[in-house]
Structure formats: C-alpha cells, structure tokens
C-alpha cells in the first residue's frame, strides 16, 4: 500500500523560531502533496498544494511568507513554519497524490509553539 | 465554491444498530466524493470513494445529485466503527484538492 510518514510526530518550539515539517511519501512518487491544518475538534483545512519541481499553490489566508513550502523531490514535501508564534499551534498534516489517484495521508506533526 | 456539510457532530448508537452520517455539498460541477475515517490515534485513511460503488467494512454509501448528499450508511453498527468520520469532495478544479466536512464522530456503545 501507500505510505507516508512526516517527521517529526511532536515538536515543541518556542516563539520566534522556525520549524521545519517532513512529509514523504515511502513507497510511490508523489506528483502532489498537499498541507493541511487542523485545530482541536475542528476538520481539515487546506493550507496548500505543492507540485513537485514548481511553486506552491496557496489556499486564501494563508501566509506563504510564513508557511514555507518546498517540494523538491517527487518523494519529499517540507513545510517550515517561520517565525512561529502561540497561534501557530497546531496539528499539521501531509498527504501525497500519484497522478490522479488518492489522497495517501501523514500521520500529522503536533506543534506547539511557546 | 465547494462546500461540505455534515451536520452532525456527534452520533452516538449502540451495537448492531443502524448508522446513518450525513453529508451533503454543495459544488457546481460534477464533483468526487469520498468518505474518510480516522480511528484513535491513527492516520487519516480513506473509506470509499463513491465512484467505486464498493462497500468497505459494510459501509456504503450513494451519491445522490438531486439532493447533493453522500451519506455514509451501515445496517448494524460494530464497537471497532467508533472513530472520526469526514466526508469530502473533490471538483475537475486545478489540482483536484479536497474539501472536508467538519467531521461527525462516531460512537458505537456496547
């Protein structure tokens, strides 16, 4: 089956540093990997869609100056939170695409900035 | 603009009773939809996809243009169906993102 792991499961930051989140998708090439945000009892919520090779498509409200997104190769995705704040905390998760097929999903990174 | 509703945020039942969770969208085009479990502690993983019309764990479910739903049915619920469970959409837009529902969750009591 499809697999794909992020890492780091849990980071604790505190404000004003940058984090950086892995996605990569284990055993198939992603085309597309996309970030979602999720917050306590709340659904997902698209952050952005990366191709690999090109720049990130960003959904409304989301900052690409603070959510940075790379997709360099067609196995790995990143999303460095810049400068984060309280506000950034959250439940970040990955998901990767061959083609047209199905979402495959991450198992989500917890952050919690201080 | 692509939405989805389930308007139910809890569902709670006992076992081997029936399980309906409702969706409905909103979407303009022809639109995909899926249904997408989350059990404790584990990832997001997908369910079914309405234009396979197969049956996962005996849940089916049927898109229904008319009234623009996709609910998620089962004739007798199991304790191991307890988990998150998100509908979501996806139009013939560029990338073919996902658009999620709010999520009902579900309890199956003994």
């Known amino acids: 089956g499809a697999v794909v792991s992020q890492h780091p499961s849990w980071v604790i930051c505190k404000s004003g540093t940058s984090v950086k989140i892995e996605c990569r998708s284990l055993?198939?090439?992603?085309?597309?990997m996309f970030w979602y945000r999720q917050f306590p009892k709340q659904s997902l919520m698209l952050m952005a869609t990366?191709?690999?090779?090109?720049?990130?498509?960003?959904e409304q409200g989301v900052e690409k100056d603070k959510f940075l997104i790379n997709h360099a190769s067609l196995t790995l995705s990143t999303l460095t939170v810049t400068s984060a704040h309280p506000e950034d905390s959250s439940f970040y998760i990955c998901s990767a695409r061959r083609g047209q097929q199905t979402q495959y999903f991450g198992p989500g990174t917890r952050l919690l900035v201080l | 603009a692509q939405r989805v509703t389930q308007p139910e945020k809890l569902l709670s039942v006992f076992k081997g009773a029936p399980v309906e969770l409702k969706c409905n969208y909103s979407?303009?085009?022809?639109?995909?939809l899926f249904w997408y479990v989350q059990y404790s502690r584990q990832r997001l993983q997908l369910l079914l996809r309405h234009i396979s019309r197969e049956s996962i764990k005996g849940f089916t479910a049927d898109l229904n243009k008319g009234e623009t739903s996709f609910h998620l049915k089962k004739p007798f619920a199991q304790e191991e169906d307890s988990a998150m469970y998100y509908c979501?959409?996806?139009?013939?837009?560029?990338?073919?993102?996902?658009?999620f529902g709010g999520g009902t969750r579900l309890m199956v009591k003994p």
């Open positions: 990366s191709n690999e090779g090109s720049k990130a498509t960003y």
């Open positions: 979407y303009s085009g022809s639109p995909e």
């Open positions: 979501a959409l996806s139009g013939n837009n560029a990338g073919n993102m996902l658009t």
């Open positions: 055993d198939f090439q992603a085309t597309t």
